[in-house]
């Protein structure tokens, strides 16, 4: 995420955790229900019936995998991604993210594209090897030449 055509192309080929309604309130997405323990370092995310565009479910390892990948990485603007001590599933349709500090705001982190979801296939792949033919967003990649990209409707 390095422009602001990046985080424009990203919201429309990835569904994020949580989203921001017109009023700027944080509503549940690809997360339907959270809670965070007494010292808001731990929280736990329920994960909503949702599909990628090759109608797969999305999962919590999908979640799991997408999260694992800017830990690995690095790339997170909108959020340091050295504070997440660990992530896991917790159940059959939830995630656990522990924080290595308290906060109070992270729900509204997960609205951002950085935490944006990928099958688990592609998010272990490598900066810039990601193909987006699969996508959990409205649109999907289906070219590009160029700095130019086509998007299909899901």
Known sequence: ????????????????????????????DIAARWE???DRKTWTLRIAEARF????????ADVVASIERQRKLGTGVHFPF?????????????????????????????SKPEFGVLPAAQAVK??????????????YLSGQKGASYSLKRN
């Open 36 to 38: 965070h323990s007494a």
């Open 1 to 28: 995420m390095t422009t602001a055509g990046h985080y424009i192309l990203a919201s429309h080929l990835l569904r994020t955790l949580t989203k921001l309604d017109k009023f700027g309130k944080i509503q549940g």
């Open 82 to 110: 050295e504070e997440i001590a660990h992530v896991k599933e917790s159940g059959p349709a939830e995630v656990e993210i522990r924080l290595r500090q308290a906060r109070n705001d992270f729900i509204y982190d997960l």
């Open 126 to 139: 490598g900066r810039n090897e990601v193909s987006f033919a699969v996508s959990s967003g409205a649109y």
């Open 53 to 60: 565009s090759d109608g797969q479910r999305i999962g919590p």
